[in-house]
């Protein structure tokens, strides 16, 4: 079984509480405060080397991290020691990840609208890879990188027309979509590139299909489309491209119900398609986020308030919500949670677990089956890794949660809590509005 297809991290035991990475996620709530990121780094570095090992008979192959999972430097420096390079889309991640002593070759630059001054941070910091994915951004691209004198390596960015079932909103594939170049416009791109775009040199083509897929079928129609277009590009424009970017998107577990494949399938997808259509087998890039960070972290919250409204259905409060974890709001995104102190009871009841924000849609889990819930107890919410720190609001003015990394029942502070401090520290007051004591 790979990591992903996990609720909970490799490494979470039940004893008289509820233990990961050898800590006691009580103390932890006590010792740090909720809510509380957790950060499990052998399931971090489990699902690595389950990447590494499944694809160990396809020597060339690349795995770049996506940031926007999560992108903090403690992160990235565990990904960069077990090999990863850094799929990141803007001055933020590119920032984070120079900082975190990174050899920026192994970094490639997504996204359909980088500017002009992430462009220039992007060459200055020697990125490897741009990935390219409109025309507007070649031209812009290529501009800056000739005022600079420097070549820009480029991927194309393309829409391979493949419909994958998840959720409207991170779905990418379709032909229906604000990323890349539809496949009747790579001819022109290419024309552009060849003759005019002289400080850009293609390397290869991009596509990523969505994010929490949970088949692999698309992946293999994904490779079939990128090698056939890679053959024609050749036959048509004489320009051999060694490189192939698959993206990312392998699915996680959150519930019971979810069944996401281990990356062993997703490899033998890969390099299946490959072996069937490639005659020169490429440099493969792969881009998994979610699944590598996201079964990795849990969230810990602290119960507060409850009512039972009319008809019965009860509503136990948290001290987070949508600001710390929007996935619920913005995605109808189910999760799993245990309570963390109260292993031994087990007579759960029909609880949903509502959010601290004032927002009705402010719900974490609704029907949570737990038990005997008091003002006071610690609850954890699995797979909150991807997606949850690096989406998170100030919303309500509410200081963001620390996060916590654990391994051999160590504890480090991996980012701090916001202070109340820290949200007043970009306002400014205009003279005229001062109040004169
Ligand atoms: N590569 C590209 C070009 C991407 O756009 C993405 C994600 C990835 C790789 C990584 O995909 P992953 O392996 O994480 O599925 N906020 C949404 C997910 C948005 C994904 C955006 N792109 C969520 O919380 O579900």
Redesign the pocket.
Known sequence: MSENQSIKPVTTEEKNNLIIGGCDLADLAEKYGTPLYVIDEATVRGICRSYQDAFSEYPNIRMMY?C??LCTSAIIRILDEEGFGF?VVSAGEIYTVYNSGVDMEKVLF?GNNKSKREIELALDYGVGRFSVDNFYEAELLNSVASAKNKQADVLLRITPGIECHTHDY?K?GQTDSKFGFDLSQIDDIVNLIKNDYKNLNLRGLHA?IG??IFETQCYYDEVEILVKEIARIKDVHGISLNEMNI????GVKYTEADNPPPVSVLARAVTSAMHKYAIDIPIIYI?????VISTAGVTLYTVGSSKVVPGGKKYVALDGGMADNP?PSM?QAKYTAEVVNKLNNKEPEKVTLAGRYCESGDILIEDAELSGLEPGDIICVYNTG??NYS?ASNYNRVEKPAMVLVNNSHSDIIVYRETLDDLISKDCIPDRLKKND
């Open positions: 996506a926007k999972a799929d997504n991170i990418t990523h994010s929490q993206g990312g998107g392998l881009e998994p986020g979610r699944s996935r995605y991807a997606y989406m």
